[in-house]
C-alpha cells in the first residue's frame, strides 16, 4: 500500500471534517483530571481546584468534548466522571488520601483510548508519572509546587513525561526532566471588577505562615501609616503570632472570604501586599489583585519577578525598605494600566491557548507515531509476501 492511500489519510486523531470547530481547529477528546480533596472549583480557596474548573469550562466552550474527572459534587458543563461522592476535606473517614487520588487518575487511565489526551492536575505531586508508560494515550502533567532536588530526581525516572511548569522559575527546578511548556495560571476576567477608585487601606490575601510574609506585611503597614486588611482562613499560626498585631484598627483581620468578598477586598486596596519570604512557582493572588486594577507592592522572590513588572503592575522590590520606599509609586500606577496587563497576560483564554497547543502537538506526534507504526508493519507484511511467491 503507498503512503498516499487511505490507509495512512486516518488515525486515531479522527482527521475529518466533522471534527473540526469553524476555525479549523481539531477538536479533541481530553480527560481532565481533578484533585478530589473537593469540588471543582472549591467552595471558597483551592488555586489548582480554580485553575482546573477555568480550563475544563474554556475548553468545552471551544468545541472539546472534556471528561471531567472529580468528586460527584462538582458542577461543570463537562462531562463528569465522579468516583467519589466528595471529596476527602469533607470526611476524615476518607483517609489516606493518597488512596483516592489514586483511585480517581486509575479511572481516566482505564478509559485512555477513549481520549486523544489526559492532563493530570498535580495539586500535590505528580504521581500520574507512574502512569505514563502504561497508556499510550499522551499525558500531560501540571506542577503546583515548587519541587524540592529529591523529588526532581525521583521524577527523573520519567524522562520522556509531559510537564508542564506554572512558571519559568519553577522550570528552571525540572532540571534533566522534559518541560513540555511553560503556561502562567488564568482568571475569567468578567469576575474581577475593575475598580480606579481605591479606599484608604492595604490588602493582605492568602494564609497565615511565615512563609507568606504575614508579620512583614503587618510591618509595612505600621512604617508607612498605612490601614491593612488582612484575610485568610483563621489557623494556629493566626492566633499564636498573628492575633496580638491586631487591634481591629490599623491592623484588621477581616476573616477567610469567598470569592465576592475577596474582590471586593482587592478592588478597594491601594495596593496589594505580597512580602513572600520563600520562593514559590506563581502567585494566583497577585494577577487576581491586578484583575481588579489594584498594583502590586512584592518582594522579589520566586516567580515575582515574571508577574510583577515595575512601573506596570506594581513594584518587586529586593528588601522591606525598598518596598516601603516605593509605595508611593505602586499607588500612583494607573489601575487601568494595571488591568490591562492582567488581561494580555493572564486570563483564562491566555491559558488555555497555551494548554490547546500543547495538547495539539502531542496529539500530532503520537498520530505520527501510529502512522510510523502502519508503514513499518505494512513494509514488514509485503516483503514476506514477496518473498513467499518466489
Same mark, same amino acid.
Given at each position: ?15 475529518? #471534517?466533522? %471534527?473540526?470547530?469553524? %476555525? ?16 471543582? =472549583?472549591? =467552595?471558597?480557596? !483551592? ?8 480550563? $475544563? ?12 474527572? &472529580?468528586?460527584? %459534587?462538582?458542577? $461543570? ?16 473517614? @476518607? ?14 487511565? +482505564? ?15 505528580? @504521581? ?10 499522551? @499525558? ?6 515548587? =519541587? ?27 532540571? !534533566? ?36 510574609? /504575614? ?5 509595612? &503597614? ?42 471586593? #477586598? ?11 519570604? *520563600?520562593?514559590?512557582?506563581? !502567585?494566583? /493572588? ?10 502590586? &507592592? ?18 518587586? &522590590? %529586593?528588601? #522591606?525598605?525598598?518596598?516601603? +520606599? ?36 502531542? *496529539?500530532?506526534?503520537? !498520530? ?23
Amino acid at each position: 500500500m503507498a503512503v498516499g492511500t487511505p490507509g495512512f489519510s486516518k488515525t486515531i486523531l479522527r482527521d475529518d #471534517l466533522s %471534527n473540526m470547530d469553524l %476555525n479549523g481547529k481539531r477538536k479533541l477528546r481530553i480527560a481532565h483530571v481533578a484533585p478530589v480533596a473537593t469540588t471543582i =472549583p472549591a =467552595p471558597k480557596h !483551592g488555586s489548582v481546584e480554580q485553575v482546573t474548573a477555568l480550563l $475544563t469550562e474554556e475548553l468545552v466552550r471551544r468545541g472539546h468534548e472534556v471528561t471531567l474527572f &472529580a468528586t460527584g %459534587n462538582t458542577r $461543570t458543563t463537562a462531562r463528569l466522571h465522579a468516583t467519589l461522592p466528595h471529596g476527602y476535606w469533607e470526611d476524615i473517614d @476518607m483517609w489516606p488520601w493518597e488512596h483516592y487520588e489514586l483511585t480517581n487518575l486509575a479511572a481516566a487511565c +482505564e478509559r485512555a483510548d477513549e481520549f486523544d489526551a489526559i492532563h493530570y492536575q498535580a495539586a500535590f505531586y505528580p @504521581m500520574s508519572l507512574a502512569f505514563s508508560r502504561l497508556v499510550k494515550t499522551p @499525558m500531560v502533567h501540571t506542577l503546583h509546587h515548587q =519541587p524540592y532536588p529529591e523529588q526532581v530526581a525521583l521524577w527523573s525516572r520519567y524522562p520522556e513525561a509531559n510537564l508542564v511548569a506554572i512558571s519559568d522559575y519553577q522550570r528552571s527546578a525540572l532540571v !534533566g526532566l522534559n518541560c513540555a511548556a511553560t503556561i502562567y495560571h488564568g482568571m475569567e476576567m468578567s469576575e474581577f471588577t475593575f475598580s480606579d477608585q481605591p479606599k484608604d487601606y492595604l490588602a493582605f490575601l492568602g494564609r497565615f505562615t511565615a512563609g507568606k510574609g /504575614v508579620l512583614q506585611a503587618i510591618e509595612i &503597614a505600621k512604617r508607612a501609616g498605612e490601614r491593612l486588611l488582612m484575610a485568610a482562613p483563621e489557623d494556629e499560626y493566626y492566633h499564636e503570632v498573628i492575633k496580638p498585631h491586631v487591634d481591629g484598627e490599623q491592623i484588621v483581620y477581616v476573616g477567610e472570604l469567598n470569592h465576592a468578598g475577596k474582590v471586593e #477586598l482587592l478592588r478597594g486596596a491601594k495596593a496589594s501586599l505580597y512580602p513572600n519570604q *520563600v520562593g514559590e512557582p506563581f !502567585g494566583l /493572588v497577585l494577577t487576581e489583585a491586578m484583575a481588579c486594577g489594584t498594583p502590586v &507592592a512584592a518582594l522579589n522572590v520566586g516567580a515575582v519577578p515574571e508577574i510583577v513588572i515595575n512601573g506596570v503592575s506594581g513594584y518587586a &522590590a %529586593n528588601t #522591606l525598605d525598598e518596598l516601603i +520606599e516605593n509605595l508611593p509609586a505602586v499607588y500612583a500606577l494607573p489601575r487601568a494600566a494595571v488591568r490591562r496587563y492582567a488581561e494580555e497576560r493572564f486570563s483564562a483564554q491566555a491559558m488555555t491557548d497555551g494548554y490547546e497547543a500543547l495538547y495539539s502537538r502531542l *496529539v500530532a506526534g503520537r !498520530g505520527a507515531e501510529i502512522n510510523e507504526d502502519k508503514r513499518s508493519a505494512i513494509g514488514v507484511g509485503a516483503a514476506g509476501s514477496s518473498g513467499a511467491s518466489r
